[in-house]
């Protein structure tokens, strides 16, 4: 969950689909999620339908895939950090993060939707930001918390947490980003 930056407006997600909502992500199709936006006093403004990822690895075991945080850039765009957690063969899980952005300017309201699981829903459009997989100085980790950090350099950074599950084969992990103020 997020507070927008004047403090008016939370933003909540569920890590998977309601229930009503249709299935959870598998390898071989994605859930749907509702984003929902709320007033100070707690009463819905607006919720989007957010297509997850499907689960990025084949499990041994089990695997899953949702939305571990989120955290507002400013009044129509989000940050959505999405986490596949894959078990393998010995019980380990191997995670696979992916940070997206997402604009809700123009989205269809979904809040009067009883369920999103007919296909009739065109969810928010998200570009992808940052493949963790791809990082090689970011070992892959549960990453679950993200906020924004203290300015470096004149810019933004973001500070994106991971605990270790109390697992002796996970690590806590911070990881910071900085963002490039705009000329």
Not at 144 to 162: C, F, H, N, T, Y
Request: hydrophobic share 40%; aromatic share 6%; proline share 5%.
């Amino acid at each position: 969950m997020s507070f927008s930056a004047d403090g008016r407006t939370l933003w909540t997600a569920m890590e998977g689909p309601l229930t009503q909502d249709g299935p959870v992500s598998t390898v071989a199709q994605a859930g749907v999620v509702r984003l929902t936006r709320l007033d100070r006093q707690g009463r819905i403004q607006a919720q989007y339908a957010y297509r997850l990822d499907p689960v990025q690895a084949a499990p041994a075991r089990r695997g899953d895939n949702g939305i571990s945080e989120i955290l507002t850039v400013d009044e129509r765009q989000l940050l959505i950090l999405e986490r596949s957690g894959v078990e393998d063969a010995q019980g380990r899980f191997i995670f696979h993060c992916r940070l997206y952005v997402v604009d809700v300017s123009g989205a269809r309201d979904v809040s009067g939707e009883e369920s999103l699981a007919n296909g009739d829903v065109r969810p928010l459009t998200k570009r992808l930001l940052v493949n963790f997989d791809r990082l090689t100085n970011v070992p892959a980790a549960n990453l679950e918390a993200m906020a924004w950090g203290p300015k470096i350099d004149g810019g933004r950074s973001l500070v994106l947490m991971a605990d270790d599950n109390f697992d002796p084969t996970q690590k806590g992990q911070v990881v910071v980003f900085t963002i490039a103020a705009r000329p």
